[in-house]
């Protein structure tokens, strides 16, 4: 009898041994995808995606802590983080708004349609507002040319954008100095 106390109990420490010292499951999510990858070293960015998608972007303690588990110096997790346009080491805004700076965006106006956004919110590209309901990006292209310039409104592509349309989208979010 005596025997399956100490069994029960030695499970429950290697479980415990096995979580985040937070308790935060999150951890434990990112555990499964690094073991599913064996934790090799060259699934760091399969990892990181994992992270961002459980977390809701990158934050030091979790770069860490894929660092610590990968067996990687966290320069090197830090870099791929930061090197990476889909990685973001701030958290986003309720909405989102991308802006294409591709050529022919650019060429078409998309710069006047970021400029204008950015006046119009007080923020910059890579920039979230004060009261964290909107995040404002750009990407390099969108593979959206034959209708540029082109915004991606929360993950919805609208095409040939002016920069009146794109401010009425965000002021229907009540985003804006004159929402």
């Not at 770069?63 to 966290?74: D, G, I």
């Not at 910059?124 to 209708?147: K, N, P, V, Y």
């Amino acid at each position: 009898m005596e025997s399956t106390g100490i069994k029960t109990k030695q499970k429950a420490d290697r479980q415990a041994a096995s979580e985040h010292p937070s308790g935060d499951k999150r951890f434990k999510v990112l555990d499964i995808t690094m073991k599913r990858a064996q934790y090799r070293q060259d699934a760091l960015i399969e990892v990181l995606h994992k992270a961002q998608e459980s977390f809701g972007f990158l934050e030091e303690d979790v770069l860490l802590y894929v660092a610590r588990k990968l067996k990687l110096p966290l320069s090197r997790v830090f870099g791929v983080a930061t090197f990476y346009h889909l990685f973001s080491l701030k958290p986003s805004g309720a909405h989102s708004c991308v802006v294409c700076l591709g050529t022919a965006c650019y060429v078409k106006g998309s710069g006047a349609v970021l400029s204008a956004l950015e006046n119009h919110t007080g923020i910059h590209q890579g920039e979230t507002t004060a009261d964290g309901q909107m995040s404002l990006m750009t990407a390099r292209c969108l593979g959206a040319c034959g209708i540029a310039p082109a915004v991606v409104f929360d993950g919805t592509v609208a095409g040939k954008q002016t920069a009146e349309e794109a401010i009425d989208k965000i002021k229907q979010w009540g985003i804006g100095n004159e929402a």
